[in-house]
């Protein structure tokens, strides 16, 4: 299946002129909630995730909220395994409602998006502050403009090329598209 047909057709991927959450000014922006209230594109998506850790050791999936919450439990389903959320209490991320990863335990982490890895690392952090390894990181699309290293193997379902420049340096042809500030992460 070519996931970028189906990326394109979801409606996911965008073009313009974006004011990222970081503040960097982009040409091209993925509204992954054009992924997730889609099933059966979030699902493809999945699918290539769990194939592709398929085999591996993957004993626990997990995701920060609010869209790696979706993806996290889709791939475990695919998987065969259970799924934990890393979540936001009081400015901290932590494993709340009972959840727990045993020490040992190798665990995915997977998230929507990835741009800069921020939500990454913080998953990350608790799962190895958990006593849990990092067995592999996958996102369903990977729009960075440079390799970022994890420690652990790293996998994107769909690969969108995109370019971002500092506020002070925005090409004249992007200063001359309206600016829109998409994105969720509230920045302080």
Not at 8 to 19: D, P, Y
Not at 69 to 77: D, G, L, N, S, T
Not at 82 to 97: P, T
Not at 102 to 107: S, Y
Request: glycine letters at 10%.
């Amino acid at each position: 299946m070519d996931l970028g047909k189906l990326l394109q057709e979801s409606g996911a991927v965008l073009r313009g002129h974006f004011v990222l959450t970081s503040g960097r000014h982009s040409d091209t922006y993925v509204e992954k909630f054009r992924i997730l209230e889609q099933p059966h594109v979030l699902t493809t998506l999945c699918r290539e995730i769990a194939e592709k850790f398929a085999g591996q050791g993957i004993d626990l999936v997990a995701g920060p909220t609010t869209g790696g919450i979706i993806i996290a439990f889709e791939v475990a389903r695919q998987m065969g395994v259970s799924a934990v959320y890393v979540e936001s209490e009081n400015g901290v991320k932590k494993l709340r409602r009972g959840a727990v990863i045993p020490t040992g335990t190798r665990v995915l982490v997977v998230d929507d998006v990835l741009t800069t890895g921020t939500s990454v690392r913080e998953v990350i952090s608790v799962v190895e502050s958990e006593g849990g390894i990092v067995g592999g990181v996958a996102v369903l699309i990977d729009r960075t403009e440079s390799a970022l290293d994890f420690g652990a193997p790293l996998h994107a379902a769909h690969r969108v090329e995109a370019q971002s420049f500092p506020p002070e340096s925005v090409p004249a042809w992007l200063a001359e598209i309206p600016t829109s500030k998409p994105g969720t992460r509230i920045t302080v």
